[in-house]
């Protein structure tokens, strides 16, 4: 007996095992089919965004038939698929519900695009950038903590898809990539106030015009797309009288990723524009008044003895 026919022998009298390693070739063949296609669609798709998705679609479709494949060629027929799915449903619920939750919320994201990567998210508490969601987890570049504005830490965060389920996303850049900031201006009493107030409308009003053009006609596709009131994109001024000096809060749109750029951007030209009106408008700063200083009285005790 030859040792061809000896392994012929051996696999007939263990079924079982050559069924393993028919079902492990099969796997492997799957699975190297699969990455030849993310390969070709790599090629041949030069958008970054639809490259992404359609190397995810894929690699998602592979999954889902290799575990389909798994389960039919264990149990020999389709019709035992339904109970066999509700077993393993039903075995592996408990133990690993937290999985299951983040697969579920992986599809969740891809089906009701949630957020992809690219966005600007805040989700659990942590702040970043997308730049890949995965079966299981969304990896953030992480934004703050210990860098002040939206800088990156340097820190990549990965994060549970299941988080989708469990409490609010906020999405910086879908539908709307505009945000707005405020921030306030302490003017000294005493001051030219419309001058002041002319040359910060006119200043934020030049420095950001191309925000305000470009969010207009997103603004109303976002006011025609969701049950919103209608907002004011232009620059805005509020004046405030306090104890110390009139408060100025501007109010204004940015580009969600230049927010702290265009702060120091006007606060650079406003503090400028003031320092060319010779004295007209100044920055205020904490005062205290004095009302009136207690008399002190010092007193000597004469009958004191040397």
Known sequence: MNAIEQIKEWLYTNPFIWSVIKFLAILVLILFVIQLLRRYLKKRISNTVIRYKAQKGIEIIGYVLLVFFA????????????????????????????????????????????????????????????????????????????????????????????????????????????????????????????????????????TLSEYTKASKSQWEAVVKKYYIEDAVVEPSLAIKLTDNWVEFNLRYIVDYKKRRLTRHMLHDSIRKAFEQTNGKVVLASTTIELIKIPEIKITSDKSEKP
């Open 71 to 206: 389960i039919t060629y264990f149990s020999g027929t389709i019709k035992d698929f339904t109970i066999i799915i509700g077993l393993f449903t039903a075995g592996l619920a408990f133990t690993l519900q937290e999985l299951i939750l983040s697969i579920a919320g992986s599809i969740y994201i891809f089906l009701v695009k949630v957020y992809k990567p690219g966005d600007r998210i805040e989700i659990n508490g942590i702040k970043g950038d997308v730049i890949d969601v995965d079966s299981i987890y969304t990896t953030m570049m992480e934004i703050g903590k210990w860098v002040e504005s939206d800088n990156y830490s340097g820190r990549i965060v990965k994060l549970s898809n299941a988080f989708v389920f469990k409490g609010p996303i906020y999405n910086y850049s879908q539908d709307f990539p505009f945000i707005w900031d405020q921030f306030n201006l302490p003017i000294r009493y005493g001051s030219d106030m419309e001058l002041a107030k002319s040359i910060v409308i006119k200043i934020a009003s030049d």
